[in-house]
């Protein structure tokens, strides 16, 4: 069964820290990988996206890494902010035509 | 360029009672999902859209749940006979498809209450 599991499920981190999401999926065919960040009562918006052959993903503070071959993805977050309290979101496309799957979100608290 | 709409926001339906909820993609976009967030879960897929076809439908509710994208005008989700196991939040996500590549790009969401 295509699943895609993130850990941990919760996280509180101190402004100006660093965290590292984690996401581990058992989904095939493997099309891409995409990070995205939810904010409390709004829809998801892109951080980044992988395919196959890229091992590593940034954007800005974020960055993204993918091993395709143990299928496992990273989320890195440096100098965290209050505004990066949020849901995390892993996301693994399985075809061409970019089906989805979500996984469960790892939900994050930067405190002052 | 305006980002990806929902209407409405929020939507109160009695048990019952049929629930329309409206997407409008961003320009130029011809490919659009619908996913379903229940409470305190992930985001779930249900159905995906071209501009007057339905691709894959296959995270739909067979009943009472439909999906179109007419050649003009938003794509419509609509719920017959709500219940109150449908209470969800509903997000579309649109994309330009093809060599305009696959990013999606997601609405605000409406929130839909049975009551």
């Known amino acids: 069964k295509n699943q895609v599991e993130q850990s941990p499920q919760s996280l509180i981190i101190l402004e100006g820290k660093n965290c590292t999401l984690q996401c581990n999926y058992t989904v095939s065919p493997f099309s891409n990988l995409r990070w995205y960040k939810q904010d409390t009562g709004r829809g998801p918006v892109s951080l980044t996206i992988m395919t196959f052959s890229e091992n590593t993903k940034s954007n800005g503070r974020y960055t993204a890494t993918l091993d395709a071959d143990t299928k496992q993805s990273s989320l890195h977050i440096t100098a965290s902010q209050l505004s990066d309290s949020a849901s995390y979101i892993c996301?693994?496309?399985?075809?061409?035509?970019?089906?989805?799957?979500f996984g469960p979100g790892t939900s994050l608290s930067v405190i002052p | 360029n305006a980002g990806v709409m929902q209407n409405p926001r929020h939507l109160v339906r009695r048990r019952g009672q049929e629930a329309r909820l409206r997407c409008s993609p961003m320009?130029?976009?011809?490919?659009v999902y619908w996913y379903r967030q229940l409470p305190e879960e992930g985001l779930k897929f249900m159905v995906y859209?071209?501009?007057?076809?339905?691709?894959?439908e296959s995270g739909m509710p067979k009943e009472r749940f439909s999906a179109e994208f007419p050649k003009e005008g938003p794509s419509i989700l609509r719920i017959q006979q709500v219940v109150r196991g449908d209470s969800a939040a509903y997000f579309c996500?649109?994309?330009?498809?093809?060599?305009?590549?696959?990013?999606?790009?997601f609405g605000p969401g409406t929130r839909l209450t049975v009551t």
């Open positions: 996500a649109s994309s330009p498809g093809g060599t305009g590549g696959i990013e999606q790009y």
């Open positions: 320009k130029g976009h011809s490919h």
């Open positions: 859209l071209q501009k007057e076809n339905i691709i894959d």
């Open positions: 996301v693994v496309s399985e075809t061409s035509y970019d089906k989805v799957i």
